[in-house]
């Protein structure tokens, strides 16, 4: 897996109460307990955020990782915090909490986030759309972005859960993420996250996730 590639997944052709799509969002979950990616998410949310911040969360789809945030960074309760998609508001989204059905790649980041979350999002996107992006989002002080680390090893661990009713949409549609990810510092490349007064963080979990946490 040495060249990033992108690459279509069919949950975009689906419905998003066809059963793959149901199957699919039900792997996602399990994925993201199972690879640590919320449980990352939360504790650089705990270290950046100060009362009165306002938290901006981009492809925030049925706020799975909003809700679980709420339940497990108590200051987040206080906090403006922000659910970006192009679906609706899910029904059981806090009342105090705002969503934008807006496309990531044209809303104008106002008001301005003071920290933006982004969870297996970024390698659906070309290299210039991200480079595009992250000139879009520099003025945004603290980024905190996880996404898949394109290594082959995180295919065979896909592949162990299929006996274990991993859907075929689910395992298609991984494999195409991961050949989609990132490694070393790509991502931090695209985005612009170690220029213009910013910082860099770089990580990569032996289970599969490719983490970078950007600071002005």
């Known amino acids: 897996m ?3 590639e ?7 052709t689906l419905a ?17 307990r199972f ?22 969360e981009v492809g925030a789809g049925e706020g799975d990782l909003g809700f679980y ?16 998609d192009l679906w609706g508001r899910p029904k059981d989204w806090p009342s105090e909490g705002d969503w934008v059905q807006e496309d990531l790649l044209t ?16 390698h659906q996107f070309e290299d210039e759309v991200l480079e595009d992006l992250g000139r879009r989002i520099a003025h945004v ?19 162990a859960m299929r006996p274990f009713g991993l859907h075929p949409v689910s395992w298609h549609d991984g494999r195409v993420s991961i050949g989609a990810g990132f490694r070393g510092r790509e ?8 220029g213009n007064g910013r910082r860099c963080r770089i990580s990569a979990d032996v289970r599969g996730g490719y983490r970078l946490l950007s600071w002005r």
């Open 187 to 194: 991502l931090a490349s695209l985005l612009g996250a170690d």
């Open 107 to 122: 809303t104008p980041f106002l008001p301005r986030p003071d920290i933006l979350i982004s969870n297996l999002l970024m």
């Open 6 to 12: 992108v690459r279509p997944e069919i949950l975009d």
């Open 35 to 56: 690879m640590g990616n919320w449980s990352w998410i939360a504790r650089q949310a705990r270290r950046h955020l100060q009362q009165g911040m306002r938290v901006l």
């Open 69 to 84: 945030l709420r339940r497990n960074v108590p200051d987040l309760v206080q906090a403006d915090y922000v659910g970006l």
């Open 2 to 4: 040495q060249r990033r």
């Open 16 to 32: 998003p109460d066809d059963p793959g799509a149901v199957a699919n969002r039900r792997d996602l979950r399990f994925l993201n």
């Open 141 to 159: 002080p603290v980024w905190i972005i996880n996404e898949p680390w394109r290594v082959g090893y995180a295919v065979w661990g896909l592949a």
